[in-house]
């Protein structure tokens, strides 16, 4: 018997974010390069979304937040992609980051991002 998860079920929200914005590209022409590519779904994050003014530190955020979309929209899990506040909340709770890293503009980096996946439940 099929297996149905809460997180498989897809609600219509108004803030709408572009979806598989790879898929369509054509092949960069290097020469013996290879193109490897997601399977699945997943929301494209970029900066300045969501009324954010987070050009020039928000990278590895809104990385992290197209990386939560996929393992939501594969049914992974069911919570919301979080907010680059709960991020830094997330990231400073690892103990990793000062606890001015909330609410400010500094960026992170792999390692904040891998330790709030991996070890804070997302």
Excluded at 47 to 74: H, I, N
Excluded at 80 to 97: K, Y
Aim: glycine share 10%; proline share 3%; net charge positive.
């Amino acid at each position: 018997a099929p297996v149905f998860r809460k997180g498989m079920h897809l609600q219509p929200r108004a803030n709408l974010k572009l979806v598989n914005v790879h898929e369509g590209l054509p092949a960069s022409g290097l020469r013996g390069g290879k193109v490897h590519c997601v399977k699945g779904l997943y929301e494209y994050f970029h900066y300045l979304q969501d009324r954010e003014e987070d050009e020039g530190w928000g990278c590895a955020y809104r990385s992290m937040q197209t990386v939560c979309s996929w393992l939501r929209l594969q049914g992974h899990v069911s919570r919301n992609v979080p907010t680059i506040l709960e991020i830094q909340e997330a990231v400073a709770a690892t103990g990793m980051r000062k606890k001015t890293l909330v609410g400010s503009r500094e960026w992170i980096g792999a390692v904040e991002v891998r330790k709030k996946l991996c070890f804070h439940n997302y």
